[in-house]
């Protein structure tokens, strides 16, 4: 998947070395609120650290083991998604996110992982897909749960943020799942 028109406002493009300065305006606007979150703010100083990124996740895109996407709202960026580590053997991967804070509450987060699971289940062929989230980041959370994912439970102490460890909450979604929730129609 290079680029995915999920509708007339909301599309996802495979992040490639020319989105670098944008995607390094968009993180260094809302590098506060997602500090609180997300440990790899301090290692982006500059649009060559978000240069490097990008180069890092191509080449596991390349090597069939992930990948990073913009999403873009109205032709803007508006965040990013990504898949990490996929784990052919048992056919299964993780999906992170975030997105800018102009962006939040239209719905937009649950659009692209939506696109993304439609990718992991049919493309890619994969039989899990888990989402871990922060246990007091409501926003994180309240994606998966909207899309149906089962509440798996929580890892203590799974994630180092500067200066405290924050517990995860470990959403899964199988395949089989996310196929009959579609056939359904309800996402």
Same mark, same amino acid.
């Given at each position: 998947?290079?680029?995915?028109?999920?509708?007339?406002?909301?599309?996802?493009?495979?992040?490639?070395?020319?989105?670098?300065?944008?995607?390094?305006?968009?993180?260094?606007?809302?590098?506060?609120?997602?500090?609180?979150?997300?440990?790899?703010?301090?290692?982006?100083?500059?649009?060559?650290?978000?240069?490097?990124?990008?180069?890092?996740?191509?080449?596991?895109?390349?090597?069939?083991?992930?990948?990073?996407?913009?999403?873009?709202?109205?032709?803007?960026?508006?965040?990013?998604?990504?898949?990490?580590?996929?784990?052919?053997?048992?056919?299964?991967?993780?999906?992170?996110?975030?997105?800018?804070?102009?962006?939040?509450?239209?719905?937009?987060?649950?659009?692209?992982?939506?696109?993304?699971?439609?990718?992991?289940?049919?493309?890619?062929?994969? &039989?899990?897909?888990? @989402? /871990?989230? %922060? !246990?007091?980041?409501?926003?994180?959370?309240?994606?998966?749960?909207?899309? =149906?994912?089962? &509440?798996?439970?929580? @890892? /203590?102490? %799974? !994630?180092?943020?500067?200066?405290?460890?924050?517990?995860?909450?470990?959403? =899964?979604?199988?395949?089989?799942?996310?196929?009959?929730?579609?056939?359904?129609?309800?996402?």
């Amino acid at each position: 998947m290079l680029r995915h028109q999920i509708n007339d406002e909301v599309h996802l493009e495979l992040l490639e070395t020319r989105h670098a300065e944008e995607l390094y305006r968009l993180t260094d606007r809302n590098r506060d609120r997602l500090r609180e979150w997300l440990p790899w703010l301090n290692g982006t100083r500059g649009m060559e650290d978000s240069e490097a990124f990008i180069r890092t996740s191509l080449q596991h895109f390349a090597n069939a083991n992930g990948g990073n996407f913009g999403v873009f709202y109205r032709g803007q960026m508006a965040g990013c998604i990504g898949l990490h580590n996929i784990d052919w053997g048992n056919r299964k991967t993780s999906i992170g996110y975030w997105l800018g804070a102009d962006f939040q509450r239209r719905g937009i987060m649950t659009l692209a992982c939506g696109a993304i699971l439609d990718y992991v289940f049919g493309e890619l062929e994969l &039989n899990r897909a888990e @989402i /871990r989230a %922060a !246990e007091f980041n409501a926003r994180s959370r309240a994606i998966p749960e909207r899309l =149906g994912f089962t &509440n798996e439970g929580k @890892i /203590r102490q %799974a !994630e180092w943020l500067y200066d405290h460890y924050v517990d995860h909450v470990v959403y =899964g979604m199988l395949r089989d799942e996310w196929l009959q929730r579609r056939k359904e129609g309800q996402h």
